[in-house]
């Protein structure tokens, strides 16, 4: 046996146990991450590959022309891979509005999957010649070693998809001696930004955090001037430091518009790379862990995560998309039409219009309903709804969001219930809301007197 078959089959056993990886990646990030179908396509083509890679070994060992199959099977592999990396590229941009190429040099997993995409593409007229000489040879090593290279790099992309959907992020507080309220505050935001960090990070690499960073220190400048970030760790000192550029009465405004826009923004990332029902996963148990270390501290600023992201959205993300464009109409009509649009009767407007408290709630609540952005799959982006609560006051900031999550779910409940059935919608709700409930007794009782009778008696037992 010559050094040209060896290398052949060592480096042939190594291109299969990376398909097989892959395979194995691919199938398990299919349901987990947005563009699913395009990790099934890619799937399908490194199945192909397979299929290539026994048949070949049945024409050789069993002396049979099988370079038709071959062939066959290596341009449906191809083909598939080269498509379900066009659809997995086109789902992450559907997210946001971003370019495809800022999508493939930015993350590390797209990164990872365009190498070994360009390898199989470059390894293509290497192959086809290589399929016209009749006995292996130093060719033959070359096409092999570029499949190998290419289904290695692709592999590691999905592992990476692989490993953070399937791992959940962990709070890590610092132990810091603060002295006064707003490092108490500003120590607390951190804390949680520093896990949304930590959590993108490990699928986007440094350079999506820094881009990050750097825009929300133009937007910011006071207390980001100067910032500390050791990958992928957001440091206090630097921001504590600037703490005393600020004027007392904007100090924790401040923090409040900085942190929201940071988190805005790591968040939209991991939805671009991941899914939106991972980054609910993510979120339920980063503020869960929040909530528990910080207590109170933290409560003005993860109420309207807590309930527009965790509690409305996954509602509105069953539902199909005329469903989800009915309620953000019924949601622009109340906020055209004012108090009206609110109630379903004449003799409940009326009601309404003699208890001035009903009144003063949706004026309380319809710059948050105004701020409030739906997409047309059921995600709600709540960029604009913090920056309408940064000059409010922390306790009014809680009453006001939880008076415009009482209207806007009375507002679109019903057309959820219509869409996915009585049953179901109630079993999301109460699902997402229990806990939530119990944390926050304020806000049931304030959805509760926001509500329809008859939703009120629905909900009733939800607590």
Not at 212 to 237: A, N, R
Request: charge should be positive; proline fraction near 4%.
């Amino acid at each position: 046996m010559d050094v040209t078959t060896i290398l052949i089959y060592g480096i042939g056993a190594v291109f299969t146990a990376f398909t097989l990886m892959f395979v194995f990646y691919a199938v398990k990030n299919t349901r987990r991450l947005l563009g699913g179908i395009g990790n099934s396509l890619r799937a399908v083509g490194a199945g192909c590959f397979l299929l290539m890679v026994v048949t070949g070994a049945v024409g050789i060992f069993g002396s049979l022309n099988t370079n038709p199959l071959v062939l066959a099977f290596w341009g449906l592999g191809l083909a598939a891979i080269l498509a379900g990396g066009v659809v997995r590229l086109r789902a992450i941009q559907g997210t946001r509005n971003i370019s495809a190429l800022k999508v493939l040099i930015t993350f590390r997993d797209a990164k990872l999957h365009l190498i070994g995409i360009i390898i199989l593409v470059l390894s293509i007229p290497v192959f086809l010649i290589d399929m016209l000489l009749p006995t292996y040879d130093w060719l033959s090593v070359v096409t092999v070693a570029g499949f190998a290279a290419a289904f290695g790099f692709m592999t590691a992309g999905e592992r990476i998809l692989y490993g953070e959907s399937k791992k959940l992020p962990t709070l890590k507080s610092e132990e810091r001696r603060l002295l006064r309220k707003e490092l108490q505050i500003l120590g607390a935001r951190l804390d949680l930004t520093n896990v949304y960090l930590a959590s993108l990070s490990v699928v986007s690499g440094e350079k999506p955090l820094r881009m990050i960073l750097d825009q929300c220190s133009e937007e910011e400048p006071v207390l980001l001037e100067g910032y500390k970030f050791t990958f992928p760790k957001l440091h206090f000192e630097p921001l504590a430091k600037n703490m005393g550029l600020i004027h007392p009465r904007e100090k924790e405004q401040t923090i409040f518009r900085t942190f929201a826009s940071i988190d805005s923004k790591i968040l939209v990332s991991y939805e671009r790379l991941l899914s939106p029902q991972r980054v609910v996963e993510v979120m339920d148990k980063t503020l869960r862990d929040s909530l528990k270390t910080h207590g109170e501290i933290l409560h003005d600023y993860v109420l309207p995560q807590i309930l527009f992201k965790l509690m409305l959205q996954p509602m509105l993300m069953k539902c199909k998309r005329e469903t989800v464009a009915l309620a953000k109409e019924r949601l622009g009509a109340l906020v055209r039409t004012g108090p009206s649009a609110m109630y379903s009767g004449v003799l409940e407007l009326l009601a309404a219009v003699v208890a001035e408290k009903k009144l003063k709630t949706y004026r309380m609540a319809e710059p948050i309903i105004s701020a409030l952005k739906i997409e047309p799959d059921g995600r709600v982006d709540l960029s604009d709804v913090y920056r309408e609560l940064s000059p409010i006051a922390p306790d009014e900031r809680k009453s006001r969001a939880i008076t415009a999550f009482a209207t806007v779910l009375r507002t679109v409940y019903p057309e959820v219930e219509r869409d996915l059935g009585h049953r179901q919608a109630g079993e999301i709700f109460a699902k997402t809301s229990s806990r939530v409930f119990s944390e926050f007794p304020e806000l049931y009782k304030t959805t509760m007197e926001n509500l329809p009778k008859e939703m009120r008696q629905r909900f009733s037992k939800v607590k």
